[in-house]
């Protein structure tokens, strides 16, 4: 039988990984440009991870981690999501959190089509235009 111990540091490890997974890429492209160019890497924002509990009919029954991105093109309003990027933040845990307990169950597959409409209403409503595109990289859903 696994402990929970286990399984905290299991995840732990595995959010770790998918980081320095994703950043390398990132890395490697930023090297590959050269000084007069713009690398592609500058287009994104990067949300800090989301961390929603999960329900099972009504009780707490796992966690669920969203990692996203911010793209945007345009660098004047870049700077202004920079800006915004606290209030961003807590408006997809907000958003998160309310669909976690009204629509998502923890035994089921979450839907991420659905998550990603609501974070990209979300970003379009707060940045005040829709240039701003929410790029999901991932969702992990622990059990308890």
Same mark, same amino acid.
């Given at each position: ?26 890395? %490697? ?14 287009? #994104? $924002? ?8 999960? #329900?099972? =009919? ?24 920079? =800006? ?7 408006? #997809? ?21 659905? /998550?990603?409409?609501?974070?990209? =209403? ?7 235009? =829709?240039? %701003?595109?929410? /790029? $999901? ?8």
């Amino acid at each position: 039988m696994i402990t929970s111990t286990f399984r905290r540091v299991f995840s732990t490890a595995v959010l770790v990984i998918f980081a320095i997974t994703i950043s390398g890429p990132l890395q %490697a492209s930023e090297e590959a440009t050269g000084e007069g160019k713009k690398s592609g890497r500058e287009q #994104y $924002i990067v949300v800090p991870p989301l961390a929603v509990p999960m #329900y099972h =009919k009504g009780r707490i029954r796992g966690n669920m981690t969203v990692t996203l991105l911010v793209k945007l093109v345009d660098e004047e309003k870049r700077d202004l999501a920079r =800006k915004y990027l606290p209030r961003l933040g807590s408006a #997809y845990v907000m958003e998160a959190n309310r669909l976690s307990h009204d629509y998502f169950d923890v035994m089921r597959p979450v839907n991420v089509a659905m /998550l990603g409409d609501a974070l990209q =209403k979300v970003t379009n409503r707060l940045l005040g235009h =829709k240039d %701003a595109r929410v /790029l $999901i990289a991932s969702v992990i859903v622990n059990k308890r």
